[in-house]
C-alpha cells in the first residue's frame, strides 16, 4: 500500500484532539476552541473573520467557538467602533490568568511529538508543512468548495 500524507496528517490530527482535550480539561477547553485562545493571546481584538481566515475554519464554526468561549468567561465579544457589522473578540482576565498554563500544556504536545529528533529534521517536516498549507492557499481550497456548496465543517 502507497504511504499516503493525508492518512499520517489525519492520525496527528485526531490524536491531538484527545490530547488538548484531556490537556486543558481542567479550564473546560476543548480542542474546538483552543486554537481560538492562542490566536487571542497573541492578537486580542482580533475580528471573527481574522479568527476564520487564519485558522482556516468556516465562519459558522468560529462563532460558535467564540459564543462557547464568551459562555465560559474567556473572551468578550463588542461591536467594531468602525463597523458595526464586525465582531472584535477580546480575552477577559480570566483568559490572560490561564495563558502560561495553556501554552504550556500545548506546547508539550509538540515535545512529546519531536522527543530525540534532530532539531533540523523537525526544522524540515516544519518547512515541509508549511509548503503544503502554502499549496492550499494557492489552490484556494476555501473558495472552490464554496462554489461547490460543500461546507467544511
Known sequence: ???LIGRYLSILHRQAQIYINFALK???ITSAEYSFLMYLYHHSGASQEELSTYLYIDKSATARAIKSLEQKGYVIRLKDEGD???NRVFLTEKAKGIESKVKEKILGWSEMLTEGMEPEKVE???KGLEEMVLKIER???RKKMEVSGVDDK
Open 1 to 3: 500500500m502507497k504511504r
Open 26 to 28: 481542567e479550564f473546560e
Open 84 to 86: 458595526k457589522r464586525y
Open 124 to 126: 524540515f517536516m516544519l
Open 139 to 141: 489552490h484556494d481550497m
